[in-house]
């Protein structure tokens, strides 16, 4: 798909969380281009609290195996058919980053991190959104299952925080109503 260019304003207001991919492959190219341009985040001291386990291309398949061995119970004695389509919501995506932050026994600076990984995470999704790639943002419990850390070489101090699914997509879902600034915000002193 070939690179739109959105305004800031537009990339926010028309990104969407696409849980419905086509199962069209995102090129590793194209993934490292966009985190490339997400580390442009804001994040305090600039300690750039992030790494990424990214999937694309042929280590989807070990990465499906693991999933399905992590999520599915008792996906032996399914048919082939009923595994499969238990298995779309991991298939059809056409990639994958886990985002990993360390745990700081500070609490401030371990908030400080999660924040500016989530920077990190937004920036991802938008930038992947002006390439016509979706994305959906996830962080399923399996996270901080010991196997799947220790298949994505997590290290103790280290969190798994999200899981962000790429791919391309053919609908684009409605947008949900957001609330107004006059529903959220107090004038100090009022």
């Avoid at 419905?20 to 090129?27: D, R, S």
Wanted: overall charge neutral; some cysteine; hydrophobic content about 40%.
């Amino acid at each position: 798909m070939s690179e739109q260019i959105l305004s800031v304003r537009d990339a926010i207001i028309q990104r969407r969380s696409i849980k419905k991919f086509n199962g069209q492959p995102v090129e590793r190219e194209d993934l490292m281009a966009i985190i490339d341009d997400a580390v442009w985040a804001p994040n305090h001291g600039n300690r750039e609290p992030w790494r990424l386990v990214v999937a694309c291309g042929k280590e989807l398949t070990n990465l499906h195996q693991l999933l399905r061995d992590l999520t599915i119970p008792k996906w032996q004695e399914l048919s082939s058919e009923d595994l499969a389509k238990q298995m779309l919501k991991f298939t059809l995506p056409g990639g994958y980053a886990f985002v990993i932050v360390p745990e700081d026994a500070r609490q401030k600076e371990r908030l400080e991190d999660y924040a500016a990984a989530s920077t990190f995470i937004q920036n991802m999704q938008l930038l992947a959104w002006d390439r016509g790639i979706g994305s959906c943002w996830k962080t399923p419990g399996f996270l901080d299952n010991p196997k799947f850390r220790e298949a994505l070489k997590v290290q103790p101090g280290e969190r798994v925080i999200a899981m962000l699914q790429v791919g391309y997509f053919d609908e684009v879902p409605k947008g949900k109503e957001r609330k107004q600034a006059a529903d959220i915000v107090t004038i100090f002193g009022e």
